[in-house]
């Protein structure tokens, strides 16, 4: 099978992007052909030698290269704090020029790649604008194939246009953010609402989020499935090798862009207050908003035990700090199914997380004998800005969660076997 993944950020950095890269991995493993359309800055781009474009098996990336001449604007992040320069969506929306260049290098790339790769599927990540233009590109010009499996190109044949017969099918997923993006952003609603309605398919991380779906596209429940989320088992595992410290130290982790959205601020506020001796707090990340993360650096500063910074960093180096702490706290306000609490469990890790909608109840379906603590939210003011009134609540409540994690002293063996990226892909491509 001939798949496209589509993915209007870059193919890391975030969790959609490593969705995106454990997805392909998978489906090479099974041996389907794979194109990728991203974007990605200058000197990011994958190096793939020309010879092997449509090598079996091979994935082959077809990047929009952003900030430069020929497109002068940075990445938009679906989230408005991304961990590498970005602009937002808002700023297109309040900018049509800016829209028109971003639509344009999209537009073009969405054409040349399906003309050329024939793809039977096409994946898109987040229910957004750039999988609304690749259903609406469909919709106006699909044909069917003939039968030397080329498509017709010829613009005036319209009475091949049969909307009936389509060449390929468009898959949807919903990554949370896309779904605040929509909420928050008066960009292109109306024909995001009625492309999305086009996809074949739907994916959504939780029950919770497949009803925030049909109600904000109107989209028909048969078509979403619920699919959670997924873990990489070859990269994150307890590793007997790596023995936590004997100093009878506490180590904490938060893994994650370091903003105010998701908790962080919250955290070192917490983490404070907290009197026990021993501890530590490594928070591992990067700054999407350079004042908002020297806010949070400063916070730190005044705690009378260790808050630690550092940079991001690869998945493989990741899974040697989760097996080096003892607790890790994600305090988002907002999320999806977050993967990096199920990396730090299959490492060893307890978890202290927000009582996120779904979560919970993913969790609890597919994760059993494991220690997760979990943090009532304070109320919103919208999708992700907590009431500021009520963070003390909210600091409090995390500060009492990480303590009776410290205090649990059972043993906790967590078993994920049903959490895997190959159970997404089949469940995908059933």
């Known amino acids: 099978m001939r798949i496209l993944s589509v993915l209007a950020q870059k193919p890391s950095s975030t969790g959609s992007g490593v969705y995106l890269s454990e997805l392909v991995k998978c489906f090479k493993r099974m041996g389907h052909e794979q194109e990728i359309i991203c974007a990605m800055y200058e000197g990011e781009q ?33 989230s408005d704090v991304m961990p590498y320069e970005s602009i937002k969506y808002s700023d297109l929306a309040n900018d049509e020029k800016l829209l028109a ?6 537009e073009e790339k969405i054409e040349e790649v399906i003309g050329r790769f024939k793809p039977d599927l096409i994946i898109c990540h987040h229910l957004y604008l750039l999988t609304a233009m690749v259903a609406d590109y469909r919709a106006r010009s699909a044909r069917p194939y003939d039968d030397k499996d080329r498509p017709y190109n010829d613009k005036d044949c319209t009475h091949m246009g049969r909307q009936d017969v389509v060449p390929y099918k468009i898959f949807g997923i919903c990554h949370n953010t896309d779904l ?85 601020m919250s955290l070192v506020k917490a983490f404070k207050k907290i009197d026990e ?19 949070i650096l400063k916070e730190s500063v005044t705690s009378q035990n260790k808050i630690n910074f550092l940079p991001p960093m690869k998945q493989t180096e990741l899974a040697k700090e989760y097996n080096s702490h003892d607790i890790f706290i994600l305090p988002s306000f907002s999320e999806g199914v977050p993967m990096v609490p199920i990396e730090a469990l299959a490492c060893g890790c307890k978890v202290v997380i927000s009582d996120l909608p779904g979560v919970k109840t993913f969790y609890d379906a597919n994760i059993k004998n494991a220690c997760i603590k979990y943090v009532k939210l304070p109320e919103m003011t919208n999708v992700d800005d907590a009431d500021i009134e ?16 410290i205090d649990d002293k059972k043993p906790y063996k967590p078993e994920l076997a049903s959490i895997s990226w190959e159970n997404i892909t089949k469940t995908m491509l059933k």
């Open 46 to 78: 994958n190096c793939v030698d020309e010879n092997r474009r449509g090598e079996l098996c091979e994935p082959v990336y077809n990047p929009v290269i952003f900030n430069t001449a020929a497109v002068p604007l940075k990445i938009a992040g679906m």
């Open 101 to 106: 260049v971003w639509a344009k290098v999209f």
């Open 180 to 264: 605040r993006q929509y909420q928050q952003t008066d960009l292109k609603r109306e024909f995001i609402k009625e492309n999305i309605k086009k996809l074949d398919k739907i994916f959504s991380p939780s029950e919770e989020h497949k009803q925030k779906i049909v109600e904000l596209f109107d989209v028909d429940e048969n078509k979403i499935e619920v699919i959670g989320i997924g873990y990489n088992s070859d990269i994150f595992y307890k590793d007997e090798n790596l023995v936590k410290s004997d100093n009878k130290e506490t180590k904490l982790l938060y893994v994650g862009k370091v903003a105010k959205k998701k908790g962080v």
């Open 277 to 295: 001796k021993n501890i530590s707090l490594d928070i591992i990340g990067g700054a999407g908003d350079k004042n908002e993360y020297d806010e």
């Open 390 to 405: 009520e963070l003390c609540g909210f600091e409090k409540r995390l500060k009492d969660a990480i303590i009776e994690a």
